[in-house]
């Protein structure tokens, strides 16, 4: 990628309309972000302890635990170093990372999201060939697929963007860079660009989400025609945590980069969302529908106190 700009440099304003609030929204963002990091990584423990959970569903839950850790990793280390009074400075090949990976990892997520649909289809409408479809090596390959097609799609929206000169300002009204806030500042005509890149980040999810919204189709036929009510209740609860995270991970993408008329104040409450919140509630809402992830969180929860009091007696004695 050649860097054709005169700026070195960008200064990130933050989040517009918030002056005067930085210490509240520092213990705000640091608490949220800590407890997306435990809540994933409990996930993450929670199913690699227990042999019951090595199935294809966990396996992607797993990597949807792993892409939930990295993605508020992004953005929220340098906006919680600004907002405790630190520099708002960040150089521009840490600008190109922070764009590269918020869409790497969000494009992956999306991906994967419509990995686990399929997972489902093929578990409720096809359950004695369940095993042989989702084998280790097709699992693999799709968790694997999820970030090559994810980097290939950072990667062109990354160079999209960098192609342009900047050659000042350099104020980045915004609390990251980003794709639209970055086209701001390019010294060059973008409408041909934000066309493109309109195209582009509204096409990839909206594919992925006719692909969920078939296979939830194909699920809900396949659900009614099941005789018993408790079949039916144990089919739409194995769905319904899925669905729930859908949901709040394509808000804030249609409200972000699909609407025609951008407002910075709203973008940038939307995408808190999106980076902390949604992360953060990922976590809770596979758990507690999920009897088999509850009770091997419960005894990795155990086992860590456990290990707590232990080293506190050590200390101690």
């Known amino acids: 990628m050649k860097n054709l700009s005169a700026v070195t440099e960008f200064i990130l304003l933050g989040i517009p309309h918030t002056e005067d609030l930085e210490t509240m929204l520092f213990v705000l ?40 850790i990295f993605f508020p990793s992004v953005s929220s280390p340098k906006m919680l170093f600004y907002l405790s009074g630190n520099s708002r400075a960040i150089s521009y090949a840490g600008c190109v990372s922070q764009l590269f990976f918020y869409h790497f990892l969000g494009c992956t997520e999306c991906f994967l999201y419509t990995v686990m649909a399929y997972d489902r289809f093929v578990a409720i409408c096809y359950p004695l060939r369940y095993t042989v479809i989702m084998s280790h090596r097709v699992c693999a390959i799709l968790a694997v697929g999820t970030s090559f097609f994810g980097c290939i799609q950072a990667t062109f929206l990354t160079t999209l963007t960098f192609q342009l000169p900047y050659c000042g300002p350099n104020e980045v009204d915004y609390f990251f860079c980003d794709i639209p806030v970055m086209l701001k500042l390019a010294c060059a005509d973008t409408s041909a660009l934000e066309r493109v890149g309109f195209v582009s980040v509204g096409l990839m999810p909206l594919s992925c989400f006719l692909l969920i919204l078939t296979s939830y189709s194909r699920i809900v036929c396949s659900i009614l025609q099941i005789r018993s009510t408790e079949g039916r209740r144990r089919a739409f609860s194995t769905c319904s945590a899925h669905l729930t995270a859908i949901l709040l991970f394509y808000m804030p993408v249609v409200l972000i980069y699909l609407r025609p008329t951008p407002s910075s104040w709203l973008d940038a409450t939307v995408q808190i969302l999106n980076n902390l919140v949604t992360p953060m509630l990922n976590p809770l809402i596979y758990s507690l529908r999920n009897k088999e992830v509850k009770s091997s969180l419960g005894k990795v929860l155990h086992h860590l106190g456990f290990l707590a009091d232990q080293l506190y007696r050590e200390n101690t004695s």
Do not use: K
């Open 29 to 68: 963002f640091l608490g949220c972000y800590v407890f997306t990091l435990m809540g994933n990584l409990l996930i993450l423990l929670a199913i690699v302890s227990s042999t019951r959970l090595h199935t294809p569903m966990y396996f992607f839950l797993c990597q949807l635990s792993v892409c939930d």
